[in-house]
């Protein structure tokens, strides 16, 4: 199974764009990069996902690097409901996702 | 569509008592997952299943039972707790596999003492 590394925490103020970062250095060619986050006392939620190409949805941006091995999620303006833990996870046709313990974002008034 | 329901909320059992979480969706998924998430932790997968009579053991499964009868059901069962699986339980399930977008319940916070 393929690892994720992130950062524990990260802070950003309210409404400027937030950066998260992750790598994957033994990605497969056939692995997909999926981002969910889990709000506190909450169950995870989908927040996108791609292959190779840079993807785009109502939620965020994911910025996938040219050689795969690092990925990143771009929220546009940061809210405080954007607080959350967000996990970056690599999955392929294996039918397991692996969470790792993910990245808890501040968000600052 | 109420998306994937998980009962009890809270439960709390005594060292060695059996229990069933219960976990259904209506989105008509074949694929559905049990996970468990220990504090300050990510989760863990458990147990799945591809289909109607078919699951598979996850990265933790010992100490957990399950079947899948019905697409819409994909029931946990504890035969005999012990305070290690003191944890939340998060029942998720999606169209075709981990490739696709999961779809994740609210969870079930049991306490084994």
């Known amino acids: 199974d393929a690892k994720t590394t992130q950062p524990n925490s990260m802070e950003s103020n309210e409404e400027e764009p937030v950066h998260l970062p992750c790598n994957h250095s033994?990605?497969?060619?056939?692995?997909?990069i999926h981002w969910y986050r889990q709000l506190p006392s909450q169950g995870p939620e989908y927040v996108i996902h791609g292959l190779t190409s840079n993807v785009n949805n109502r939620m965020a941006s994911l910025a996938i690097a040219e050689d795969r091995k690092s990925s990143t999620l771009i929220l546009h303006r940061a809210t405080l409901r954007d607080a959350a833990v967000y996990y970056c996870i690599l999955s392929n046709t294996g039918n397991q996702f692996y969470f790792g313990t993910g990245t808890s974002l501040t968000v600052i008034p | 569509n109420a998306g994937v329901t998980q009962t009890p909320k809270f439960q709390v059992l005594k060292t060695g008592q059996s229990m069933t979480l219960q976990c259904a969706q209506d989105m008509n998924h074949e694929y559905m997952s049990w996970y468990r998430q220990d504090p300050g932790m990510g989760l863990r997968l458990i147990h799945y299943?591809?289909?109607?009579?078919?699951?598979d053991q996850g990265e933790v499964p010992n100490g957990y039972n399950v079947s899948r009868s019905t697409t819409e059901d994909f029931p946990l069962r504890l035969l005999s707790a012990a305070p290690s699986q003191t944890s939340v339980y998060f029942c998720?399930?999606?169209?075709?596999?981990?490739?696709?977008?999961?779809?994740f319940g609210p969870g079930t916070r049991l306490t084994v003492t």
């Open positions: 033994t990605i497969s060619g056939t692995d997909y």
């Open positions: 998720a399930s999606s169209s075709q596999g981990t490739g696709y977008e999961q779809y």
């Open positions: 299943s591809v289909g109607a009579g078919i699951t």
